[in-house]
């Protein structure tokens, strides 16, 4: 049997004459970029996540980047970001000429780690960056009581968990303002790139959209130094489509998810956790194993798709100011592997890659 890490195909033909009809409304009408098909797109994304205003953009990184220059993150400033996390999240904050700060990552959560924020903070200190990663939300709660403490801006990264929530309350409402993306394989994504900016701040919505359209409050009048990036309306139309599928999709990857907890539940590895109240949207299936490489090349032979997110830490990169030891996130990096998630799995299909990795183990 083979099993594809994700499958974009069977997700297209299950609405495919959605899909095509809404690409060629879009083709007839030789409005390829802006006007209300882009616009009808971020009202209805600023309702499903919960808030009021939403500026599409092209994609998860240019997100963070205008964030970032919205909240007037520049030279100087310190922005306390996880240190295991997507390298966008960390190389924004140097985009804009900050500085990233690392907090390491919660050993059952992999996400920001309340209790090593606080230590984090200097007089430098701008904004924390919340990762809500791997579909789980990071624990909000503490860490926006913190930033309230200091008088920090608080940025959500939002790219792996679309409709994620704490509690009942979705992720990129918590903070100032949040970003996410639409890259193809994420749980709402585009046929192409793109992404979006949620707050419901008024002036910092006015602030990114002037950014990302070249500076300009309207057209011509250019009122500070921008850059170009939008969504183009062929992937507005495709996203508008698909969003009204995001939450049928969603609870199809929690029950390949449950799927694989029940299969792997008498195995030795470390399964996702998820705390009491948090909703987790399993963009990514992790599971934290010993002999990881070889299990991977294993389940490659039984023609079962694998990836690594992410093979280092932040710190490790080279890229970065290491800043030291971070015990949980230096660990990480060498045990955990992304097994095959997305909503059309079959349980036949978790079933032969549960067996194949008790099979592995059983060889001794």
Same mark, same amino acid.
């Given at each position: 049997m083979k ?8 997700q297209?033909?299950s609405?495919k004459?959605?899909?095509d ?6 083709i ?19 309702? !499903? ?6 500026v ?11 964030a ?5 993150v ?9 240190a295991?996390?997507?390298v ?11 500085k990233?700060i ?7 959560? !992999?996400?920001l ?7 984090k903070?200097t ?7 919340p ?6 939300p990071?624990d909000?709660?503490p860490i /926006?009581?913190?930033?309230n ?21 979705n992720?990129?409402t918590?903070g100032?303002?949040?970003t ?5 394989? =994420? ?19 006015d602030k *990114? ?5 070249l500076g300009?409050?309207? =057209?011509?009048?250019?009122v500070v ?17 698909k969003? =009204? ?6 609870q199809?990857?929690q ?6 907890n ?8 470390k399964?996702?956790?998820v705390?009491?109240?948090?909703e987790?949207?399993?963009h990514l299936?992790?599971?934290?194993? =010993?002999?990881r ?6 389940l490659?032979?039984?023609?079962i ?8 830490s ?17 660990? /990480? ?6 097994l095959p /998630? ?7 299909? *978790? ?5 194949s990795?008790r099979?592995f183990?059983?060889?001794?």
């Amino acid at each position: 049997m083979k099993v594809p890490f994700v499958d974009l195909g069977v997700q297209y033909t299950s609405i495919k004459e959605e899909i095509d009809s809404a690409v060629l409304k879009v083709i007839s009408n030789t409005s390829f970029v802006g006007g209300t098909t882009v616009s009808q797109f971020e009202q209805q994304f600023a309702e !499903y996540v919960g808030v009021n205003e939403c500026v599409s953009c092209a994609n998860g990184t240019d997100a963070l980047e205008i964030a970032l220059e919205a909240l007037g993150v520049g030279n100087g400033d310190e922005v306390i970001v996880p240190a295991f996390t997507w390298v966008s999240t960390a190389s924004a904050v140097c985009r804009v000429g900050a500085k990233p700060i690392w907090a390491d990552v919660h050993p059952d959560f !992999y996400t920001l780690d309340p209790d090593k924020v606080e230590e984090k903070i200097t007089g430098r200190t701008k904004a924390i960056l919340p990762v809500h990663f791997y579909g789980l939300p990071a624990d909000m709660r503490p860490i /926006m009581k913190i930033a309230n403490k200091h008088d920090l801006k608080v940025l959500e990264d939002c790219a792996q968990a679309h409709g994620a929530s704490v509690f009942g309350q979705n992720v990129g409402t918590f903070g100032d303002i949040s970003t996410f993306s639409f890259y193809p394989g =994420k749980n709402l994504g585009a046929y192409g790139d793109g992404g979006a900016i949620a707050t419901n701040n008024p002036e910092l919505s006015d602030k *990114v959209r002037v950014i990302a359209r070249l500076g300009q409050r309207e =057209k011509h009048n250019h009122v500070v130094i921008g850059r170009n990036s939008r969504l183009d309306s062929m992937q507005a139309a495709i996203l508008s489509i698909k969003l =009204k599928y995001l939450k049928e999709w969603t609870q199809g990857r929690q029950q390949v998810a449950k799927w694989y907890n029940d299969e792997l539940a008498s195995t030795s590895l470390k399964l996702p956790e998820v705390p009491e109240g948090f909703e987790h949207v399993y963009h990514l299936y992790v599971v934290q194993v =010993k002999d990881r490489d070889s299990l991977q090349k294993y389940l490659t032979s039984k023609e079962i798709a694998t990836q690594i997110h992410y093979p280092k830490s932040l710190n490790q990169l080279g890229l970065f100011d290491p800043q030291g030891a971070f015990p949980v996130s230096d660990a /990480m990096s060498g045990g955990l592997l992304s097994l095959p /998630m997305y909503a059309e799995l079959t349980r036949e299909q *978790v079933r032969y890659v549960a067996t194949s990795i008790r099979e592995f183990y059983a060889r001794g």
